[in-house]
């Protein structure tokens, strides 16, 4: 089995763990990825469900780690692989001088992506009416695991001991949306400004469209080396019934934003996320794929999670097949366009452990 279809295998069935203590700790609920547990296959890390529906039944066991570290994974008894789990970050165990555990402030994403969502609220997800229905922004703050708004200063200062102590390499920067016209822009401009004075590392924002283009120059000025701006979903029926709230921003506004943060960022710089497996089908994937692409827009297709606690908590996760289906192509569609995740200098899309894609587009990537 290749890398590409384990990874794709284990993504879309989870997998389960005989010791649930290995590698670092998951996170059940917030912003995501949740519920997943990180793991290296090869010389990539990505992160795995492991506490969803799906993988309570997956085929896929992961054995204990041996004392180098190494776990071997079966599926149905058989042997497929041999896998290693990341250290624990040891940023983990400081707290702030107000006693404020720095993971509450910051995660470890994958081995070395440190990922804050600086606003823990939203317009969206305080409405039924309106909320994203695979969103869990408010379960890790309604539990106690995170807090609210974290400011610029305590993000400088957990970015700086990520850096030093854990060798994190770039930082993703999210948020819930706001009321304000600038749909977040204005708490990531604060947030980088404040981490680029302490430390040198390439920071990815995402938020929705501002209502106002400027705002792309203003989040590069302050320091953002890349942009996330997130469709989630692609065809006007999926998006209204998954996303009421944020389908209120017609598709229209993301392209024109797209267009202008491709000015300011450069292309493969502005990325999407587009969640696989809540409707859409997989030709208008990859339709909206090569649009994006041929804007300079990298295209990161990631397959659906259910999170426990979500209205989506029991929607099936895609099939390995249909994913396969999509990033296939779609790897060779963005090595063709010049926008390889490995290029990109901060965020998801250059992670890439929430999806096999990156290794997809190396089966492309001219010699």
Known sequence: MSDAQLINDLQTHGMRLVDPRAGHESRRGGAGPSDHKAITIGERTVMIPVHTAPSFDSP????????TGEARVTRDGAFVASVRFPTAAKFYRLKTADGIPYSHIAALHSKDVLATTVLQTCIRYESRKKTCQFCSIGQSLAAGRTIAHKTPAQLAEVAR??????????????????????RGAKVLCESAEAIKAAVDLPLQGQCEPPEDDAWHQRMFDAGIDTLGMHLEAVTPEVR?????????????????????????????????????????????????????CAMGVYPFVVPFVPISGTPLESHPAPSAAFMAGILRPLG???ARAGILSSDMKAGCGKCGACSALATYEKLKVPA
């Not at 990520?162 to 600038?182: F, I, N, Q, S, Y």
């Not at 209120?248 to 493969?268: C, D, I, N």
């Not at 999407?272 to 339709?287: H, K, P, Q, V």
């Open 60 to 67: 896929f066991l992961v054995e204990a780690p041996d004392a």
């Open 161 to 182: 001991a990520a850096v030093e102590l854990d060798r994190v390499t770039h930082m993703v920067l999210t948020t819930g949306t706001p009321a304000g016209k600038d």
């Open 240 to 292: 209204q019934r998954i996303m009421p709230g944020k389908a209120s921003v017609p598709l229209e506004k993301y392209f024109s934003s797209f267009e202008a943060a491709v000015k300011v960022f450069g292309r493969g710089q502005v990325s999407t996320y587009i969640l696989a497996g809540l409707g859409d089908t997989r030709e208008a994937i990859l339709a909206m794929s090569e649009r994006l």
């Open 332 to 334: 060779q569609m963005i």
